[in-house]
């Protein structure tokens, strides 16, 4: 067992290890996702935080007084399905987030539940490939929290982010949004699911109720109208293979700024 540990492992094994060890042995016995998580989260400690930090490695953030006037929407502006309207007409009251795949324990969380969970707010600047950028704040629930609520199996490497949305069906009738990230950038501390925007609720046209924030990474990974996240080993098997939507077009899998 101890030669297979990858960086993937430690740093899953060690995050865990840091909350069980403050907290006594009962954090991952709730009875439901929402209590699993929150035990968890209230474990979160600098110490585990500190394992993650490494200035270089953070996006910069910046103040207030940086924040464009107006953060345009880009790609998709509203997803057309029937679901997504029941959806949003009910104010996202009944949409789950659902975190499943490689997880020895799946998770279904309301937007609610999401809320009341350990926040991060971050000020950041957008960078899209068709040549704008974007500074704006973003309020949301650090990934790895969740993750490590569902405790990744240990052949889980990467993260696929199902979307609400198809944008631009092509002619072979693929345009479901999709993104993956390894698990690298899934524990980052900058790494967040944000379902706040600015101040104010996640805005429809920016991916309402909840987006990827990936702040090393261009805007297209930055996954709008997230449905549910599935861990996987392989992203072989989605869409046509390359990761993502603009990575099955041609773009790069890793969009490094
Ligand atoms: N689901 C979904 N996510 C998406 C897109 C999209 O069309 N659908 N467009 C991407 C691109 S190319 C960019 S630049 C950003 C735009 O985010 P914004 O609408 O908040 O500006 O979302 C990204 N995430
Ligand atoms: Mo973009």
């Known amino acids: 067992m ?7 492992s430690f740093i899953v094994g060690s995050t865990i290890g840091a909350g069980l060890s403050l907290s006594g042995c009962d954090v991952l016995t709730g009875s439901d996702s929402f209590s699993r998580v929150l035990k968890l989260g209230e474990t979160i400690t600098m110490g585990a935080q500190r394992l993650f930090l490494s200035d270089k490695a953070l996006a910069r953030e910046f103040t207030e007084a940086d924040m464009s006037p107006v953060f345009k929407s880009n ?26 795949g490689l997880v020895d324990q799946p998770l279904s969380l309301s937007l609610a539940e999401l809320k009341r969970l350990p926040s991060r707010t971050q000020i950041t600047r957008h960078d899209c490939v068709e040549g704008w950028s974007a500074i704006g704040k973003w309020t949301g629930v650090p990934l790895g929290l969740l993750l490590q609520a569902a405790r990744l199996k240990p052949n889980a490497r990467y993260l696929v982010f199902h979307c609400a949305d198809e944008y631009e069906k092509t002619l072979d009738g693929t345009g479901q ?14 790494t967040i699911l944000a379902y706040g925007m600015n101040g104010t609720d996640l805005p429809i046209p920016n991916g309402a109720p909840l987006r990827l924030r990936v702040e090393r990474q261009l805007g297209y990974k930055h996954a709008k109208y997230l449905m549910r996240i599935e861990a996987v080993e392989s992203f072989a098997a989605f869409g046509r293979g390359n990761g993502g939507f603009w990575e099955d077009r041609g773009y ?4 490094g700024i």
């Open 2 to 8: 101890k030669k297979l540990l990858t960086r993937r």
């Open 252 to 255: 790069e899998w890793y969009a």
């Open 75 to 100: 790609g998709t502006h509203r997803p057309d399905s029937a679901e997504y309207a029941a959806l949003a007409e009910n104010n996202f009251v009944d949409w789950r987030l659902v975190i499943d």
């Open 177 to 190: 949004y999709y993104e993956s990230i390894d698990l690298v950038d899934a524990f980052h501390p900058q």
